[in-house]
């Protein structure tokens, strides 16, 4: 009863303090996307650029810029993971093997913070702060900034130009993320977080003789990366370690982080729109999932039985922290794969069936609920559009969405969107099912061990993050099949998402008539909350069949 109790306050204190979010974080958001002025700082940074502040750019330029800079950074961390060694505070780590470099480049850059290496002992401090954690600012800054210029195609007229890549990029990670990531280390570091430059410390053990506990800069490093719904952890336990996640408090409090500038993003593109209405029909679909989520894998939990694992009196506790339980563990598990973070404070591995393929499931809905910071945006906002064209085609409404039509050029690079990722997802779960090799590195046979492969491209195509622990995929071949999905799964999307805001903005609006779809109203949100369903639904569940649902008939 008490857990119960302690369950249903603590998602009311999320609930709320999300909520109480919303408005301003979203109305600061849209002014720094849209304020005509630079800061003194930033002037330097251009200027030190060679970039013009004031120079708008067509979609093909500004996807040119998203491209370079994402390489230059895959190239740039993966140099500093193959150099470690030889850098300071290395604390003796040796080189990264080369392919497990390039999984790690393109994780961290992509948003994803896959990890294919404990992070205590393959890292040295150096490379997490300058490497990583500066990676988490950068990656959380480009989704944020290819949003905006999608929202901008809503709103512009009869031009191709969506703005300013270098602009949003230099802003969103100056005026947002750097002082909230600030502020919230410290409130961490105040909690109990840990925080500091020692190296590996030899203590002695209840038990006698002696253990290696290794500090670092973890707190600076866990508020962004949850902040900017990056994933990965300091430590190989994750969000589990005491030191990266010591309490209750805590846990609630990076939750919050992964949780709020997703779910505050639909009141940015209801201001920048014009029309705040449309943020709330956004938004309910977001929180009508997220909801559903977090009631589906705790009732799981609460009340199934694994097949792998025995049944405590009070639900399924392997692989949770005691000081955690069923209620938060849930609730962080479902929250962390709905916003392509990836950081965990349980083992995914030993969740029921039900619970384990929900967090499947998550990941599959394309994480828009409410997604990774601006990727979740765009995903939702694509399947609005398509939401409006398929109630066109069935109720013979003008397929129009904020003013501008849905022509067949439209739709194509939505498909395309739509498409990319599954794609992905089952085509490399296809090809290492396949090969007897990489069905050697599942620890588990039958649906679980299928169910294992299945959650790891999902993660990487879907660029979460998070595993299932049961899959050995530090191996060559892991490393750079997950390593490719990781890309394909971050920049082919942008690409059509880009191209789609560059097609909008060059239309002249249409004006509202009486055969417009409203899509502010509890209609549209049923119709998009049923499209984002039937589209995932149709899409993976033969894959979905083999893997956790077979397991939970077994």
Known sequence: ??????????????????????????????HVLTSPRHWRVERLVYRAGGMDPDADQRWTGYLRAVLAFSLISVLFLYGFLRLQNHLLLALGTPRMKASQAFDTAASFVTNTNWQSYAGESALGYFVQMTGLAVQNFLSAAVGIAVVAALIRGFTRTRTERVGNFWVDLTRVVLRVLLPMAFVFAIVLVAAGVVQNLHGVQDV???????QSITGGPVASQEAIKELGTNGGGFYNANSAHPFENPTAFTNLIEIYLLLVISFSLPRTFGVMAGDRRQSYAIVAVMVLIWAASVALITANELHSVSSTAGHDAGGMMEGKEQRFGIWASALFAASTTLTSTGAVNSAHDSYTPGGGGMTIFNMMLGEIAPGGTGSGLYGI???????????????????????????????????????????????????????????????????????????????????????????????????????????????????????????????????????????????????LTAVVLIVVGLTYFPALALGPLAEGLH
Do not use: C
Request: cysteine-free.
């Open 381 to 527: 906002l694509v399947l609005a559009v398509v939401t409006v064209f398929v109630a066109g085609l069935m109720v013979g409404r003008t397929p129009e969405y904020l003013g501008k039509k849905l022509r067949s050029r439209e739709m194509k690079f939505a498909s395309l969107y739509i498409l990319t990722t599954p794609a992905v997802v089952l085509i490399g779960t296809g090809i290492a099912m396949a090969l007897p090799g990489e069905r050697a590195a599942m620890l588990n046979t039958g649906p679980h061990g299928f169910s294992e492969v299945l959650y790891a491209f999902t993660s990487a195509a879907n660029n979460n993050g998070s595993a299932f622990a049961g899959l050995s995929v530090n191996t060559t071949w892991y490393n750079t099949v997950l390593g490719l999905a990781m890309l394909l799964g971050r920049f082919l999307p942008m690409i059509f998402v880009l191209a789609l805001a560059g097609s909008l903005a060059a239309q002249q609006p249409v004006p509202v008539t009486a055969g417009t779809l409203p899509t502010h109203r509890p209609q549209f949100v049923g119709l």
């Open 204 to 210: 002695p053990a209840l038990a006698g003789g002696h």
């Open 1 to 30: 009863m008490n857990d119960t109790l302690g369950g249903w306050l603590e998602i009311l204190a999320l609930v709320v303090v999300v909520a109480l979010s919303f408005r301003p974080l979203g109305d600061y958001l849209a």
